[in-house]
């Protein structure tokens, strides 16, 4: 009798556990790519990067307006670049050296801020759109504790073509 009991229990707390997490990623999933219009230091502190976890380049912006570019991989971390930053009209992340100059409008969605060059929104609209096409009906996983949703799944399907940060907290 202790042992269905037991497995009454640990049944009726499995479920209403997944519940809780199926409530909290429908309210996640409604979350709106938001084109942000006033950027403070907050937005952009501690830079962001491009690529797939095992590669790829970051951008660290330090509080005194100044970058560096570093390339990523499994081989180490290279210096690469390194120059001013600046906010222009609150709306636009200016990053320039001798070798380069981004004009970025910075979007936020969820946890997540993507930094993208003004010349590719359209592009980067689209393929937002398309990633959140196909992974809005994705059921929300737990790995390690932490609970990923169509929200996490649609953002990571960026980071290898588009600038981004992950605020998570």
């Given at each position: 009798m202790?042992?269905?009991l037991?497995i009454?229990?640990l049944?009726?707390?499995?479920?209403?556990?997944?519940?809780v997490?199926?409530?909290?990623?429908?309210?996640?999933d409604k979350t709106?790519l938001?084109?942000?219009k006033?950027i403070?230091?907050?937005?952009?502190?501690k830079?962001?990067?491009?690529?797939?976890?095992?590669?790829?380049y970051?951008?660290?912006l330090?509080?005194?307006?100044m970058?560096y570019?570093i390339?990523?991989?499994?081989?180490?971390?290279?210096l690469?670049?390194t120059?001013?930053w600046?906010i222009?009209?609150?709306?636009?992340?200016?990053?320039?050296?001798?070798?380069q100059v981004?004009y970025?409008?910075?979007f936020?969605?969820g946890?997540y801020?993507?930094?993208?060059p003004?010349?590719?929104?359209?592009?980067f609209?689209?393929?937002?759109?398309?990633?959140?096409?196909?992974y809005?009906?994705?059921?929300?996983v737990?790995v390690e504790?932490?609970?990923?949703?169509?929200?996490?799944f649609?953002?990571?399907?960026?980071?290898?073509?588009?600038?981004?940060?992950e605020?998570?907290?």
């Amino acid at each position: 009798m202790r042992q269905v009991l037991t497995i009454l229990f640990l049944l009726f707390v499995n479920l209403s556990f997944s519940q809780v997490k199926n409530e909290h990623a429908q309210i996640e999933d409604k979350t709106n790519l938001e084109l942000l219009k006033n950027i403070s230091y907050q937005d952009i502190s501690k830079g962001f990067k491009i690529g797939e976890w095992y590669g790829g380049y970051y951008f660290k912006l330090d509080s005194n307006n100044m970058f560096y570019q570093i390339d990523y991989g499994c081989m180490g971390r290279n210096l690469i670049d390194t120059g001013t930053w600046r906010i222009k009209d609150n709306n636009t992340l200016i990053i320039e050296s001798c070798k380069q100059v981004k004009y970025l409008r910075v979007f936020k969605y969820g946890i997540y801020f993507f930094y993208i060059p003004i010349d590719k929104t359209q592009d980067f609209k689209n393929d937002f759109e398309n990633a959140r096409k196909t992974y809005e009906n994705n059921r929300s996983v737990v790995v390690e504790e932490v609970l990923y949703s169509s929200v996490d799944f649609t953002a990571a399907s960026l980071f290898a073509k588009y600038y981004f940060k992950e605020m998570r907290p």
